[in-house]
């Protein structure tokens, strides 16, 4: 009678729309459904019928689509909720009918003004009902978690003896501590004497973050179904995360001893549909789908996952739809970790090489948050492809300031090859001509600058920008480069990347008529 497996309940459709903001329209709650099928949840928990005429239509599309899953609809303890419910379930493969009251005294007295002896006739007058319509009827005493555990138990009993195949024990309002849930799941199971008769099922809230500590320790006491949502959305905090729950059940088998039948390489991709389709993003530390949920940054994690994956990494990103895990380069990483970025990108450097990139890299990822790949290529394009032994100035530093109103200044500092440091003021239109024009003054040329160009290199706001001079001195035309964060130090680099090469060719002659080379 019991399953041999844990049976995955998602009600993202119904309490995960229940969250304040949530709403979907029923095309997008369709296509959740094909999602939630794809994943092979067991039940698929689509709306609440009789709320609304366009809650009833979802049900009834989901409910004549889907195969392969049970497909549910949640009605109160009314006739006419569970009518409604059992209509938008005529063509279902499996309908479940998902009846539920309040049993705890605050409800009982508060809400719904009935005694103990009035709820169990209720429950079990509505559980009779809908038999009628359709054999697999679920139950759920709201509050469970607050009701009087003498009187759940009789509750419970009842609405077995009734015709209940699931009995649902919800934690509302997420009171329940996971030590104290365990328990009362175990206490069922030892004292109600009908409790084989139907599966026992758990709804945990998240209302003090421990909705799926909750619903794992009722696992452990004998609970056979969890209810839960993708990305745990829900009424108030959410539900139990149902990534969660089921990587949880899978990774830890060893400890838990039962599985689901999730297909879990499906669940990035329902994590992201039901983020993009409600508009509620996914926080990057999140377990299982968060962006930051297999990505190593600092260089030790990084060294010993390069070494052996499993050093930190305790599932496999692919087991969730994922490609592999992911290596950010940023400012804790280490050597090896950029090695290997740079292996895989095609290039294989000296140790000389690697030390430059290594401390450009560094210096880099301190002024940026996120590293990419054009990143990594712009410095290795500066560091290897650069040599810096045929330069006569190296750019030290540049001082410039901006005001509305007032002509840019800028002070300049180059360093030349013998080791002398040469600075100069002066005034231009804006500040990069203001630098232009410290830099001529110091070398002596005359330029005149024929194009000026900025473009984004890499991705984000923080974005390197590659600025692209070109020069015409003394009738030789040349083309500088630079490459930085701050675009206003690039455009000097270029400069300096420029006059260097005017001064190169001064020496050398003019280049067979080839004067515009990149650097
Ligand atoms: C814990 C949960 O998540 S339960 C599910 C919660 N989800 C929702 O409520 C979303 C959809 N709900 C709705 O659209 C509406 O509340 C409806 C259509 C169901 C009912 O709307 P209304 O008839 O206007 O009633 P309203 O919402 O104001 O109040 C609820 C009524 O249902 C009664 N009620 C509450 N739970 C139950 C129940 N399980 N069985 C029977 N009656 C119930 C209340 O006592 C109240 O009755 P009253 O009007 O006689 O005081
Ligand atoms: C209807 C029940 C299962 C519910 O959503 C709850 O108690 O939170």
């Not at 009171?175 to 328990?183: D, I, K, M, N, R």
């Not at 110091?442 to 024929?450: A, D, F, N, S, V």
């Amino acid at each position: 009678m019991q399953p041999e497996r844990i049976i995955i309940f998602d009600t993202t459709l119904r309490d995960g729309e229940q969250c304040p903001g949530a709403s979907m329209n029923n095309k997008e709650k369709l296509e959740i459904a094909r999602q939630l099928s794809l994943l092979k949840v067991d039940v698929i928990e689509a709306g609440f019928p009789v709320a609304s005429p366009g809650d009833f239509e979802s049900v009834k599309q989901i409910a004549s689509e889907i195969r392969g899953s049970s497909v549910a609809g949640l009605a109160r303890a009314l006739n006419k909720d569970v009518e409604a419910c059992a209509r938008a379930l005529e063509k279902a493969e499996s309908p479940r009918i998902h009846i539920f009251l309040s049993t705890s005294k605050l409800h009982r007295d508060h809400k719904l003004n009935m005694d103990k002896g009035q709820i169990i006739k209720m429950a079990t007058d509505a559980i009779e009902f809908g038999r009628k319509y359709c054999d697999d009827i679920e139950f759920s005493p709201e509050d469970a978690s607050r009701t009087e555990p003498d009187f759940l138990a009789e509750v419970v009993e009842a609405v077995i003896a009734a015709g209940a195949k699931t009995v649902n024990i919800p934690d509302t309002v997420g009171y329940s501590v996971p030590e104290q849930f365990g328990a009362l799941i175990h206490s069922l199971k030892e004292n109600v004497p009908n409790i084989d008769d139907a599966v026992i099922s758990v709804h945990c809230h998240n209302d003090l973050g421990m909705a799926v500590a909750n619903s794992l320790a009722a696992v452990k006491a004998g609970a056979r179904q969890v209810e839960c949502t993708i990305n745990g959305i829900g009424e108030r905090a959410g539900n139990a995360a149902m990534e969660e729950i089921v990587m949880a059940l899978k990774t830890r088998k060893d400890f838990f001893g039962y599985d689901t039948r999730i297909d879990t390489s499906h669940i990035i991709a329902c994590s992201r549909l039901v983020s993009s389709l409600t508009g509620f993003f996914v926080q990057r530390n999140k377990a299982i789908v968060g962006k930051n949920a297999f990505a190593h940054e600092s260089g030790v994690h990084q060294d010993g996952y390069l070494k052996k994956k499993d050093t930190y990494e305790i599932m496999d990103p692919r087991d969730i739809g994922l490609d592999s895990a992911e290596l950010v380069l940023g400012k804790h990483s280490g050597r090896n970790a950029l090695n290997k970025k740079i292996e895989s990108m095609g290039y294989k450097l000296t140790v000389e090489e690697m030390d430059r990139v290594f401390s450009e890299f560094k210096v880099l990822a301190d002024e940026k948050k996120d590293v990419y790949d054009e990143d990594i290529l712009a410095v290795i394009q500066k560091q290897v492809t650069t040599d810096d032994s045929l330069n006569t100035y190296v750019l030290e530093k540049i001082q410039c300031g901006f005001e509305t109103g007032v002509m840019p200044e800028a002070t300049v500092q180059l360093k030349s090859r013998d080791g002398q440091t040469h600075t100069a003021t002066a005034q231009g239109d804006g500040p990069i001509d203001a630098i232009y024009n410290a830099m001529d003054k110091i070398t002596g040329l005359t330029c005149k600058l024929l194009d000026y160009q900025v473009m984004s290199k890499t991705k984000g706001k923080d974005a390197q920008g590659e600025v692209s001079v070109r020069v015409l001195s003394e009738n030789r035309e040349v083309l500088g480069k630079g490459t930085g964060v701050n675009t206003v130090e690039a455009s000097g680099v270029a400069y300096v990347n420029a006059i260097n090469k005017l001064l190169l060719k001064s020496k050398s002659g003019p280049v067979d008529g080839n004067e515009i080379q990149g650097p």
